[in-house]
């Protein structure tokens, strides 16, 4: 229903799906439904974009690769993070398909995204695939996830509402709740006709934060 405006003059014309891996809700697309996105996508003339924040996330979950769940799957240009897994910032633009890349440069200026000294940004990558570090990173990431998932699903008055598949968890918390540890931790509403709120695990969460977190959460629920 939102493939429209084809051919129409007075309409932007579409030519591009882009997706998020890991998403926005900290579900994980296996290989097949990306391949499914992917073939859609070109059968009808676009192009296929991963948005790759937290692609590493992914692919731990998946125990796959990344050249399996991207180009073996069909993707044709990914956003590779590495910001949200450990890096100071950066991201890395990857043309999967060849053809698309020789006037990024040019569009990368026009849209003001030339950082000077580049190669500082990018030699982070040097260490992060270095000896699985980015690894290490999402796994940890998601480990702590799971950990939070498991302490918070059992108080009363709290509801974890979808899969955690990455580092992402999503509860229904009272409002009052929510707002008193905002004070405290840093997370944020996802949805505030349902009080749904997203708490974020991340490569330097320690399971201490969790627990502190957790009986915060508890005390304030007790009141």
């Not at 399996?68 to 999967?96: H, P, Q, R, W």
């Amino acid at each position: 229903r939102h493939m429209h405006g084809f051919d129409f003059e007075h309409h932007s014309q579409p030519k591009v799906i882009s997706i998020s891996q890991a998403t926005e809700m900290g579900t994980v697309y296996t290989p097949d439904e990306v391949k499914t996105l992917a073939d859609y996508a070109h059968k009808n003339g676009m192009l296929l974009h991963m948005d790759g924040a937290r692609i590493a996330n992914a692919a731990v979950t998946l125990g796959m690769s990344f050249r399996a769940i991207t180009t073996d799957a069909g993707v044709d240009i990914l956003s590779f993070g590495g910001t949200k897994n450990g890096m100071m910032y950066g991201e890395a633009v990857c043309f999967l398909k060849p053809g698309l890349s020789p006037d990024f440069k040019y569009i990368r200026k026009q849209g003001m995204q030339l950082s000077s000294k580049m190669r500082y940004i990018s030699a982070q990558y040097i260490a992060y695939f270095r000896d699985d570090l980015w690894k290490g990173n999402a796994s940890h990431a998601n480990a702590m996830a799971q950990i939070l998932a498991q302490k918070i699903n059992g108080i009363p008055g709290i509801r974890i509402t979808r899969q955690v598949q990455s580092n992402g968890v999503f509860a229904v918390i009272p409002h009052d709740v929510a707002e008193t540890l905002m004070k405290s931790y840093f997370f944020y509403s996802w949805d505030e006709l349902t009080s749904e709120y997203r708490l974020m695990t991340s490569w330097d969460t320690m399971a201490e934060d969790i627990e502190d977190f957790v009986r915060k959460l508890k005390e304030l629920m007790q009141q």
